[in-house]
């Protein structure tokens, strides 16, 4: 039963950063076929440009650092030795905190200027 409770945890979580994406490509969406000037007043000046074969690329990027916390873990009576558990397993530290960088590129392409796609790369897009 806990194991079903936590399927249907992690298939929630995942479903929710799904919509996430979709919601943000929806936004995104909204500046295709509308002038480059508009993109960025509104967005701002951006973090890379490049030009080649008569287009044009504004690169956003977005960077955090997310820290998930360790877990400490002092053992279970269960598995240490009463009903059959290794008597070594369950005694130690747990896990130590882990460190995330996450970065979220959008990438608009400006076709005589006027956006005409864009792009979302990175681990930090949804």
């Not at 890379?48 to 960077?63: A, D, I, P, W």
């Not at 820290?67 to 059959?84: A, E, V």
């Not at 008597?87 to 747990?94: A, Q, R, S, V």
Request: proline share 6%.
């Amino acid at each position: 039963m806990r194991y079903f409770i936590l399927l249907i945890a992690a298939v929630s979580l995942l479903a929710g950063c799904v919509n996430q994406l979709a919601a943000r490509q929806a936004e995104l969406a909204q500046w295709v076929g509308r002038p480059e000037s508009q993109l960025v007043q509104a967005m701002g000046v951006p973090t890379r440009t490049y030009e080649t074969g008569g287009l044009k690329f504004l690169s956003y990027v977005e960077q955090r650092v997310d820290i998930i916390p360790g877990t400490p873990f002092y053992g279970d009576p269960f598995w240490n030795g009463y009903g059959g558990g290794f008597p070594w397993y369950g005694y130690g530290g747990g896990f130590p905190p882990t460190v995330v960088n996450r970065v979220c590129d959008t990438a608009f392409t400006i076709e005589k200027g006027v956006v005409r796609t864009f792009t979302l790369r990175g681990n930090a897009c949804g």
